[in-house]
Each structure stands twice: as structure tokens, then as C-alpha cells.
């Protein structure tokens, strides 16, 4: 159990186009996603937090204009990169929090999905 | 607020022999600590978390780790290295009660020597 998708795995885009990443929770209902980037060779940053229904909240120094999340079903999590540029390139990873006891009674662990590597042209 | 420290960037081993990867933590209450293993291109898997239980936490793949207050410490551990090791390893600690946010150390990366 507690398996979370991101589609795609890989995307290449044109810079100034748009691009939407999805990150699914398969079996379990995700009340929080986080959203995530990792530069080559370096950690995780968190970019924002999604609560199903409700706006996202951003990290300080995330533009919240240029990454848009959206967390409309409760195993649904949308990340879009607006205008694309070069800088945006980078290995964009999300994770989902079951309800309280919604994975075999573990409550606040996060879920990975495996990631989805952007590459901007 | 709540830190983590991973003490070392790259660490090398030969395969069969022991590892050690090092990690403080800085935290005001009583935290949940993680080691996460990251393969080239890949997400992150779980090797073990501690959750106020037992100290000594073991994990997948024959890693563990022990939880040490005193030394504000959560190293992990393994008797003998095998070459699928190689990989980054992240220690990773909760950012407090109801937040559920995590708060990542820069990693480490394992390299293992045949």
C-alpha cells in the first residue's frame, strides 16, 4: 500500500510553454501533498504545500504565479510550471500524507512518488 | 526550529566492510527522525524512521539506526556493504506536530569500492 504515481517521468518543453506534472496517490486518500525540487547532486527543496480543496501554500521565494498547484480530488495533485524557462529545469518530486490511520494506522508519514524530471529547452 | 546535519558529503567503503552515515538533529520537541535512500533518477525510498518507540530502528536492506537523545544523534548504520548501497541518503526530520512538514539534510553520498 501507499503507493504514489507522477505522470510524466520525464518531460522536454520549449521555453515560454507550460507544462503540468501529476502526482496521484493510488491507494490511499492524500489530505496534504507537498511539492518538491532537487537540482542535480543537491537536496530536496519544498516548494509548497497542497490541501485538498483549499490554495496551496508557498514556501518563501516560490512564485506562486509560476508554479501552480492544484489539489482538486483527495488523490490528485497538480503541479504547472508556467512560461517554462531553462531555469526551471530541474527534478520535481511529490509526496502525500494519508488521512489520520489512512495507510495501516500510520498517521504523517509522507509518501514519495518517483519523481519527474523537467528539462526546458 | 528543527534542523538536521548530515556531518559528511561523500563517504566510501569497500564492499563487506561497514557503514556510517552520520546525522544531528536539532530539534525542540520530541521529533520524528527518517533516513530516506535516493538512487540515480529515481525518488525516494524509506529505510527506516523513529517515532518515539524503541531507539534502535531497524530498516529495509539490513540499515539501521539508533536514536540517541543525549548525543542529539540518529546515525545509520550497516554491518557490511554491498555494492547496490551506492546511492544519496537523506536524514530527514519532521518539523514538528501537526505541520507534518519535513525538513531535509543536504544527503550523503555512498560510494561503494569493490
Known amino acids: 500500500g501507499a503507493v504514489v504515481s507522477q505522470h510524466p517521468s520525464w518531460v522536454i518543453c520549449k521555453s515560454g510553454t507550460s507544462v503540468k506534472i501529476e502526482c496521484r496517490s493510488l491507494?490511499?486518500?492524500?489530505?496534504?501533498m507537498f511539492w518538491y525540487r532537487q537540482f542535480p547532486k543537491q537536496s530536496l527543496m519544498l516548494m509548497a504545500t497542497?490541501?485538498?480543496?483549499?490554495?496551496?501554500?508557498?514556501e518563501q521565494g516560490v512564485e506562486k504565479d509560476k508554479f501552480l498547484i492544484n489539489h482538486a480530488s483527495l488523490t490528485l495533485s497538480t503541479l504547472t510550471v508556467t512560461s517554462a524557462h531553462p531555469e526551471d529545469s530541474s527534478f520535481y518530486i511529490c509526496?502525500?500524507?494519508?488521512?489520520?490511520?489512512?495507510?495501516?494506522?500510520?498517521?504523517?508519514?509522507?509518501?514519495f512518488g518517483p519523481g519527474t524530471r523537467l528539462t526546458v529547452t | 526550529a528543527q534542523s538536521v546535519t548530515q556531518l559528511d558529503s561523500h563517504v566510501s567503503v569497500s564492499e563487506g566492510t561497514p557503514v556510517l552515515l552520520r546525522c544531528n538533529y536539532s530539534s525542540s520537541y520530541s521529533p520524528s527522525l527518517f533516513w530516506y535512500v535516493q538512487h540515480p533518477n529515481k525518488g525516494l525510498q524509506l529505510l527506516l524512521k523513529?517515532?518515539?518507540?524503541?531507539?534502535l530502528v531497524k530498516g529495509i536492506n539490513g540499515f539501521e539506526a539508533e536514536f540517541k537523545k543525549s548525543e542529539t544523534s540518529f546515525h545509520l548504520t550497516k554491518p557490511s556493504a554491498h555494492m547496490s548501497d551506492a546511492a544519496e541518503y537523506f536524514c530527514v526530520v519532521s518539523d514538528g506536530p501537526g505541520t507534518y512538514k519535513y525538513i531535509f539534510g543536504t544527503g550523503t553520498r555512498l560510494k561503494v569500492l569493490a
Open positions: 509526496s502525500a500524507i494519508a488521512g489520520q490511520g489512512g495507510v495501516s494506522g500510520r498517521a504523517h508519514e509522507q509518501y
Open positions: 523513529y517515532t518515539s518507540a524503541a531507539t
Open positions: 497542497s490541501n485538498e480543496g483549499s490554495k496551496a501554500t508557498y
Open positions: 491507494d490511499f486518500q492524500a489530505t496534504t
